[in-house]
Protein backbone atom coordinates (compact mmCIF):
# COMPACT_ATOMS: atom_id res chain seq x y z
CA UNK A 1 0.00 0.00 0.00
CA UNK A 2 1.23 3.37 -0.85
CA UNK A 3 0.85 6.24 1.27
CA UNK A 4 -0.33 8.75 -0.67
CA UNK A 5 -3.70 9.21 0.96
CA UNK A 6 -1.96 10.73 3.49
CA UNK A 7 -2.68 14.50 4.55
CA UNK A 8 -1.01 16.54 6.91
CA UNK A 9 -3.60 19.32 7.69
CA UNK A 10 -2.53 21.35 11.11
CA UNK A 11 0.66 21.16 13.06
CA UNK A 12 1.10 22.89 16.96
CA UNK A 13 3.33 23.57 18.79
CA UNK A 14 3.05 22.07 22.57
CA UNK A 15 4.92 23.85 25.16
CA UNK A 16 3.90 21.51 27.93
CA UNK A 17 5.87 18.42 26.86
CA UNK A 18 8.31 19.93 24.16
CA UNK A 19 6.10 18.23 21.12
CA UNK A 20 5.31 18.91 17.72
CA UNK A 21 1.33 18.15 17.73
CA UNK A 22 0.44 16.58 13.81
CA UNK A 23 -3.53 15.84 12.98
CA UNK A 24 -3.28 14.11 9.65
CA UNK A 25 -5.92 12.58 7.72
CA UNK A 26 -6.17 9.01 6.14
CA UNK A 27 -7.84 6.09 5.47
CA UNK A 28 -8.63 3.10 8.07
CA UNK A 29 -6.77 0.44 5.94
CA UNK A 30 -3.52 3.03 5.95
CA UNK A 31 -3.48 3.79 9.63
CA UNK A 32 -3.95 0.11 10.18
CA UNK A 33 -1.26 -0.45 7.77
CA UNK A 34 0.80 2.11 9.57
CA UNK A 35 0.75 0.86 13.13
CA UNK A 36 -0.46 -2.98 13.20
CA UNK A 37 3.06 -3.80 13.71
CA UNK A 38 3.13 -1.93 16.96
CA UNK A 39 0.53 -3.06 19.06
CA UNK A 40 2.99 -5.99 21.13
CA UNK A 41 5.95 -3.91 20.83
CA UNK A 42 5.01 -1.00 23.12
CA UNK A 43 6.11 -1.53 26.62
CA UNK A 44 4.16 1.08 28.12
CA UNK A 45 0.70 -0.14 26.50
CA UNK A 46 -2.43 -1.64 28.69
CA UNK A 47 -3.16 -4.99 27.52
CA UNK A 48 -6.59 -5.08 25.25
CA UNK A 49 -9.47 -5.73 26.84
CA UNK A 50 -12.39 -8.38 25.54
CA UNK A 51 -14.89 -6.66 23.27
CA UNK A 52 -17.53 -8.82 23.12
CA UNK A 53 -19.76 -7.44 25.18
CA UNK A 54 -18.98 -3.37 25.07
CA UNK A 55 -19.10 -0.27 22.97
CA UNK A 56 -15.96 -1.92 21.01
CA UNK A 57 -18.57 -4.30 19.50
CA UNK A 58 -21.10 -1.85 18.49
CA UNK A 59 -18.33 0.38 17.25
CA UNK A 60 -17.21 -2.43 15.09
CA UNK A 61 -21.21 -1.88 13.24
CA UNK A 62 -20.88 1.49 13.43
CA UNK A 63 -17.56 1.69 11.28
CA UNK A 64 -19.80 -0.61 8.48
CA UNK A 65 -21.82 2.11 8.36
CA UNK A 66 -19.79 4.97 7.92
CA UNK A 67 -19.18 6.10 11.09
CA UNK A 68 -16.91 8.64 11.62
CA UNK A 69 -14.13 7.60 14.57
CA UNK A 70 -12.97 10.34 17.14
CA UNK A 71 -9.32 11.31 16.56
CA UNK A 72 -6.52 8.50 17.38
CA UNK A 73 -3.31 9.80 19.12
CA UNK A 74 0.10 8.82 18.82
CA UNK A 75 3.47 9.65 19.35
CA UNK A 76 6.83 9.43 17.16
CA UNK A 77 9.34 8.88 20.21
CA UNK A 78 12.07 11.84 20.22
CA UNK A 79 14.04 12.27 17.49
CA UNK A 80 16.42 15.01 16.82
CA UNK A 81 15.56 16.29 13.16
CA UNK A 82 14.02 19.81 13.54
CA UNK A 83 10.34 19.33 12.53
CA UNK A 84 10.05 23.32 12.13
CA UNK A 85 12.31 22.62 8.65
CA UNK A 86 10.36 20.03 7.10
CA UNK A 87 7.58 20.93 4.52
CA UNK A 88 4.35 18.44 5.35
CA UNK A 89 5.18 15.76 2.47
CA UNK A 90 8.63 15.71 4.22
CA UNK A 91 6.70 15.22 7.74
CA UNK A 92 4.49 12.94 6.10
CA UNK A 93 7.46 11.05 5.19
CA UNK A 94 9.20 10.50 8.38
CA UNK A 95 6.11 9.12 10.07
CA UNK A 96 5.99 6.38 7.57
CA UNK A 97 10.07 5.85 7.84
CA UNK A 98 9.52 6.02 11.45
CA UNK A 99 6.52 4.09 11.86
CA UNK A 100 8.47 1.19 13.93
CA UNK A 101 8.78 3.62 16.72
CA UNK A 102 5.48 5.13 17.19
CA UNK A 103 3.57 4.65 19.85
CA UNK A 104 -0.57 4.86 20.70
CA UNK A 105 -0.96 7.29 23.16
CA UNK A 106 -5.07 6.97 23.10
CA UNK A 107 -7.03 4.43 20.98
CA UNK A 108 -5.70 1.33 21.76
CA UNK A 109 -9.06 0.01 21.67
CA UNK A 110 -10.26 1.70 18.83
CA UNK A 111 -7.38 0.78 16.91
CA UNK A 112 -8.04 -3.45 17.64
CA UNK A 113 -11.62 -2.60 16.82
CA UNK A 114 -10.51 -1.18 12.97
CA UNK A 115 -7.44 -4.12 12.44
CA UNK A 116 -10.34 -6.67 13.53
CA UNK A 117 -12.97 -5.59 11.38
CA UNK A 118 -10.50 -4.90 7.76
CA UNK A 119 -9.80 -8.35 8.66
CA UNK A 120 -13.17 -9.78 8.97
CA UNK A 121 -14.23 -7.72 5.58
CA UNK A 122 -10.48 -9.32 4.07
CA UNK A 123 -11.86 -12.52 4.75
CA UNK A 124 -15.11 -12.35 3.51
CA UNK A 125 -13.08 -10.88 0.08
CA UNK A 126 -9.78 -11.61 -0.02
CA UNK A 127 -9.59 -9.73 -3.98
CA UNK A 128 -11.41 -6.24 -3.00
CA UNK A 129 -8.44 -4.18 -1.08
CA UNK A 130 -10.00 -1.01 -1.40
CA UNK A 131 -13.67 -1.93 -0.01
CA UNK A 132 -15.25 1.31 1.12
CA UNK A 133 -14.99 0.77 5.17
CA UNK A 134 -11.63 0.67 3.83
CA UNK A 135 -11.64 3.85 2.34
CA UNK A 136 -12.90 5.59 4.99
CA UNK A 137 -11.05 8.56 6.32
CA UNK A 138 -10.25 8.94 10.01
CA UNK A 139 -8.03 11.94 11.58
CA UNK A 140 -4.62 10.85 13.49
CA UNK A 141 -2.36 13.35 15.84
CA UNK A 142 1.12 12.54 16.37
CA UNK A 143 2.82 14.25 18.81
CA UNK A 144 6.89 14.31 17.47
CA UNK A 145 9.57 14.46 19.03
CA UNK A 146 8.22 13.46 22.79
CA UNK A 147 11.11 11.99 25.13
CA UNK A 148 9.70 9.17 27.63
CA UNK A 149 8.33 11.19 30.56
CA UNK A 150 6.68 13.13 27.86
CA UNK A 151 4.79 10.32 26.67
CA UNK A 152 3.81 8.95 29.68
CA UNK A 153 2.59 12.34 30.82
CA UNK A 154 0.60 12.34 27.60
CA UNK A 155 -0.50 9.04 28.56
CA UNK A 156 -1.58 9.62 31.72
CA UNK A 157 -3.79 12.63 30.80
CA UNK A 158 -5.39 11.06 27.89
CA UNK A 159 -6.31 7.75 29.76
CA UNK A 160 -9.85 8.93 30.47
CA UNK A 161 -11.77 6.49 28.14
CA UNK A 162 -13.89 3.62 28.68
CA UNK A 163 -11.42 1.16 29.78
CA UNK A 164 -8.82 3.27 31.44
CA UNK A 165 -5.47 1.51 32.69
CA UNK A 166 -5.45 0.51 36.35
CA UNK A 167 -3.67 2.85 38.77
CA UNK A 168 -1.31 -0.22 39.23
CA UNK A 169 0.13 -0.09 35.52
CA UNK A 170 0.05 3.59 35.26
CA UNK A 171 2.72 3.67 38.24
CA UNK A 172 5.04 0.84 37.12
CA UNK A 173 4.96 2.88 33.40
CA UNK A 174 6.11 5.82 35.25
CA UNK A 175 9.05 3.56 37.14
CA UNK A 176 9.80 1.54 34.38
CA UNK A 177 13.37 2.31 33.70
CA UNK A 178 14.09 2.75 37.27
CA UNK A 179 14.10 -1.23 36.61
CA UNK A 180 16.94 -3.24 36.36
CA UNK A 181 16.36 -6.57 35.34
CA UNK A 182 19.66 -7.81 35.73
CA UNK A 183 19.10 -7.24 39.59
CA UNK A 184 18.78 -9.93 42.00
CA UNK A 185 15.22 -8.30 42.67
CA UNK A 186 12.52 -10.07 40.84
CA UNK A 187 9.70 -7.14 40.63
CA UNK A 188 6.55 -8.30 39.50
CA UNK A 189 4.20 -6.30 36.93
CA UNK A 190 0.97 -6.69 36.11
CA UNK A 191 1.21 -7.33 33.09
CA UNK A 192 3.20 -10.33 34.41
CA UNK A 193 -0.08 -12.21 35.30
CA UNK A 194 2.14 -14.11 38.06
CA UNK A 195 1.89 -13.56 41.98
CA UNK A 196 4.62 -12.88 44.69
CA UNK A 197 5.48 -16.42 46.32
CA UNK A 198 9.30 -16.54 46.26
CA UNK A 199 12.27 -14.91 47.81
CA UNK A 200 13.58 -11.57 46.30
CA UNK A 201 10.07 -10.86 44.46
CA UNK A 202 7.99 -8.06 44.95
CA UNK A 203 4.90 -6.07 43.40
CA UNK A 204 6.66 -3.57 41.33
CA UNK A 205 3.79 -1.58 42.40
CA UNK A 206 4.71 -2.12 45.93
CA UNK A 207 8.22 -1.29 45.70
CA UNK A 208 7.42 1.52 43.92
CA UNK A 209 5.35 3.16 46.63
CA UNK A 210 8.10 2.52 48.94
CA UNK A 211 10.29 4.33 47.08
CA UNK A 212 7.49 7.46 46.46
CA UNK A 213 7.46 7.74 50.27
CA UNK A 214 11.06 7.88 50.33
CA UNK A 215 11.63 10.82 47.84
CA UNK A 216 9.00 12.72 49.20
CA UNK A 217 9.04 11.99 52.89
CA UNK A 218 5.41 10.36 52.72
CA UNK A 219 4.19 7.46 53.64
CA UNK A 220 0.04 7.72 52.18
CA UNK A 221 -0.10 5.68 48.31
CA UNK A 222 0.03 7.05 45.40
CA UNK A 223 -3.42 8.51 43.85
CA UNK A 224 -3.35 9.50 40.01
CA UNK A 225 -3.09 13.17 40.98
CA UNK A 226 0.15 12.81 42.71
CA UNK A 227 1.63 10.61 39.86
CA UNK A 228 1.17 13.57 37.43
CA UNK A 229 3.21 15.61 40.04
CA UNK A 230 5.76 12.71 40.43
CA UNK A 231 6.31 13.31 36.73
CA UNK A 232 7.30 16.34 37.25
CA UNK A 233 10.04 15.58 40.06
CA UNK A 234 10.75 12.59 37.89
CA UNK A 235 11.54 15.18 35.17
CA UNK A 236 14.15 17.38 37.29
CA UNK A 237 15.88 14.50 38.79
CA UNK A 238 16.33 12.33 35.35
CA UNK A 239 18.60 15.40 34.35
CA UNK A 240 21.13 15.24 37.76
CA UNK A 241 21.23 11.51 36.54
CA UNK A 242 20.22 9.98 39.54
CA UNK A 243 17.36 8.42 39.80
CA UNK A 244 18.05 5.11 38.67
CA UNK A 245 20.68 4.46 41.17
CA UNK A 246 18.42 5.72 44.34
CA UNK A 247 16.01 3.54 43.24
CA UNK A 248 18.38 0.52 42.90
CA UNK A 249 19.51 1.39 46.25
CA UNK A 250 16.47 1.44 47.79
CA UNK A 251 14.94 -1.77 46.67
CA UNK A 252 18.07 -3.37 47.48
CA UNK A 253 17.91 -2.13 50.93
CA UNK A 254 14.26 -3.07 51.45
CA UNK A 255 15.26 -6.20 49.92
CA UNK A 256 17.91 -6.80 52.49
CA UNK A 257 15.60 -5.98 55.35
CA UNK A 258 13.08 -8.70 54.09
CA UNK A 259 16.04 -10.90 54.00
CA UNK A 260 17.19 -10.96 57.18
CA UNK A 261 13.47 -10.60 59.05
CA UNK A 262 12.75 -13.59 57.40
CA UNK A 263 15.67 -15.16 58.52
CA UNK A 264 15.82 -14.21 61.92
CA UNK A 265 11.76 -15.46 62.01
CA UNK A 266 12.53 -18.91 60.50
CA UNK A 267 8.85 -20.96 60.73
CA UNK A 268 7.32 -19.25 63.39
CA UNK A 269 3.85 -18.69 62.97
CA UNK A 270 1.03 -16.78 64.79
CA UNK A 271 -0.03 -19.58 66.88
CA UNK A 272 -4.28 -20.39 67.15
CA UNK A 273 -4.47 -18.86 70.62
CA UNK A 274 -2.65 -16.16 69.97
CA UNK A 275 -4.82 -14.70 67.28
CA UNK A 276 -5.76 -11.17 67.02
CA UNK A 277 -9.11 -11.37 65.33
CA UNK A 278 -9.96 -13.58 62.94
CA UNK A 279 -7.79 -11.94 60.49
CA UNK A 280 -4.32 -10.72 61.70
CA UNK A 281 -2.16 -8.31 59.25
CA UNK A 282 0.45 -11.03 59.20
CA UNK A 283 0.50 -14.75 60.89
CA UNK A 284 4.46 -14.94 59.65
CA UNK A 285 7.41 -12.57 59.65
CA UNK A 286 6.98 -12.36 55.61
CA UNK A 287 3.63 -11.93 55.23
CA UNK A 288 4.11 -8.82 58.06
CA UNK A 289 6.92 -6.94 56.11
CA UNK A 290 5.58 -8.00 52.90
CA UNK A 291 2.98 -5.90 52.35
CA UNK A 292 2.96 -2.45 50.99
CA UNK A 293 2.59 -0.27 54.64
CA UNK A 294 5.24 -2.20 55.48
CA UNK A 295 7.55 -0.95 52.54
CA UNK A 296 5.95 2.83 52.37
CA UNK A 297 6.49 3.27 56.04
CA UNK A 298 10.43 1.91 55.35
CA UNK A 299 10.92 4.21 52.93
CA UNK A 300 9.39 7.35 54.49
CA UNK A 301 11.14 6.62 57.76
CA UNK A 302 14.32 5.93 55.93
CA UNK A 303 14.28 9.61 54.18
CA UNK A 304 13.22 11.20 57.36
CA UNK A 305 15.94 9.31 59.09
CA UNK A 306 18.12 10.99 56.46
CA UNK A 307 16.98 14.23 56.37
CA UNK A 308 17.57 14.13 60.40
CA UNK A 309 20.87 13.49 59.77
CA UNK A 310 20.57 10.12 61.75
CA UNK A 311 21.72 8.11 58.27
CA UNK A 312 24.19 10.43 55.42
CA UNK A 313 22.94 8.45 52.96
CA UNK A 314 20.98 4.70 52.17
CA UNK A 315 24.39 3.05 52.50
CA UNK A 316 24.52 3.83 56.98
CA UNK A 317 21.31 2.80 56.70
CA UNK A 318 21.65 -0.08 55.17
CA UNK A 319 24.28 -1.32 57.69
CA UNK A 320 22.40 -0.64 60.69
CA UNK A 321 19.57 -3.01 58.58
CA UNK A 322 22.14 -5.86 59.20
CA UNK A 323 22.16 -5.65 62.88
CA UNK A 324 18.74 -5.98 63.30
CA UNK A 325 17.63 -8.26 66.26
CA UNK A 326 14.54 -10.58 67.21
CA UNK A 327 14.68 -12.72 70.10
CA UNK A 328 11.89 -14.48 70.02
CA UNK A 329 9.90 -14.78 66.73
CA UNK A 330 6.66 -16.17 67.99
CA UNK A 331 6.79 -12.85 70.78
CA UNK A 332 7.24 -10.59 68.37
CA UNK A 333 4.65 -11.61 65.88
CA UNK A 334 1.90 -11.14 68.96
CA UNK A 335 3.03 -7.97 69.67
CA UNK A 336 3.10 -6.14 66.01
CA UNK A 337 -0.29 -7.62 65.30
CA UNK A 338 -1.92 -6.75 68.62
CA UNK A 339 -0.74 -3.14 67.71
CA UNK A 340 -1.98 -3.25 64.41
CA UNK A 341 -4.95 -4.78 65.33
CA UNK A 342 -5.52 -1.99 67.53
CA UNK A 343 -4.92 0.45 64.61
CA UNK A 344 -7.90 -1.39 63.09
CA UNK A 345 -10.12 -0.95 65.64
CA UNK A 346 -9.40 2.72 66.04
CA UNK A 347 -9.21 3.95 62.93
CA UNK A 348 -11.15 4.78 59.98
CA UNK A 349 -8.30 4.98 57.15
CA UNK A 350 -7.26 1.50 58.47
CA UNK A 351 -4.63 1.31 55.41
CA UNK A 352 -3.30 5.06 55.76
CA UNK A 353 -3.13 4.68 59.80
CA UNK A 354 -1.04 1.33 59.07
CA UNK A 355 1.61 3.02 56.69
CA UNK A 356 1.87 5.67 59.54
CA UNK A 357 2.59 3.19 62.73
CA UNK A 358 5.22 1.28 60.33
CA UNK A 359 6.92 5.01 59.67
CA UNK A 360 7.01 5.45 63.33
CA UNK A 361 8.21 1.43 63.28
CA UNK A 362 11.46 2.04 61.40
CA UNK A 363 12.10 5.38 62.88
CA UNK A 364 12.09 3.37 66.25
CA UNK A 365 14.20 0.88 64.95
CA UNK A 366 16.83 2.11 62.88
CA UNK A 367 17.67 5.26 65.11
CA UNK A 368 20.29 4.88 67.84
CA UNK A 369 18.63 7.41 70.03
CA UNK A 370 15.66 5.13 71.01
CA UNK A 371 15.16 2.69 73.42
CA UNK A 372 14.04 0.39 70.66
CA UNK A 373 16.94 0.74 68.41
CA UNK A 374 17.20 -2.46 66.02
CA UNK A 375 14.88 -4.67 68.45
CA UNK A 376 11.76 -5.49 66.32
CA UNK A 377 9.51 -6.19 68.97
CA UNK A 378 10.03 -3.33 71.11
CA UNK A 379 9.42 -0.98 68.33
CA UNK A 380 5.95 -2.57 67.43
CA UNK A 381 4.95 -1.70 70.99
CA UNK A 382 6.90 2.19 71.20
CA UNK A 383 5.40 3.03 67.45
CA UNK A 384 2.23 2.22 68.74
CA UNK A 385 2.34 4.67 71.38
CA UNK A 386 4.11 6.97 69.14
CA UNK A 387 1.04 6.92 67.08
CA UNK A 388 -1.30 7.10 70.00
CA UNK A 389 0.29 10.17 71.39
CA UNK A 390 0.01 12.09 67.90
CA UNK A 391 -3.26 11.27 66.61
CA UNK A 392 -5.61 10.18 69.98
Not at 24 to 52: C, G, P, T, W
Not at 175 to 197: F, G
Request: glycine letters at 4%; a negative charge; proline letters at 3%.
Amino acid sequence: MGWRGMKITSRLQDNRIGAVNVLAEMSLSEYADLISDNLSKNEFQRRRVSSSKTVYALLKDDMRRGCVIPPLVLALTEESVEIDRLSNAELEALIVDQASRLVILDGLQRTHTIIDLLQEIDKIDPQSSATPVGDMPVRVEVYVGLNRLGILYRMLTLNTGQTPMSLRQQIEMLYLDYHDPESRIDLIREADNRIVKNPHEYNFKDVVEGFNAYLNRDELPIDRTSLLENIRSLEKLSKENQDSDVFRKYSEILDDFIFQVVDLGGDAELAEDDLIGSSPFGRTVNQVFKKPQAMSGLGAALGKLIDRNVFNNLDEASEAIENIKMDNPEEFLVEINRSLSWLKNHTTKIGNAQRTFFTFYFRELLNPETDSYLDLQSAATTALRKYQDQNI
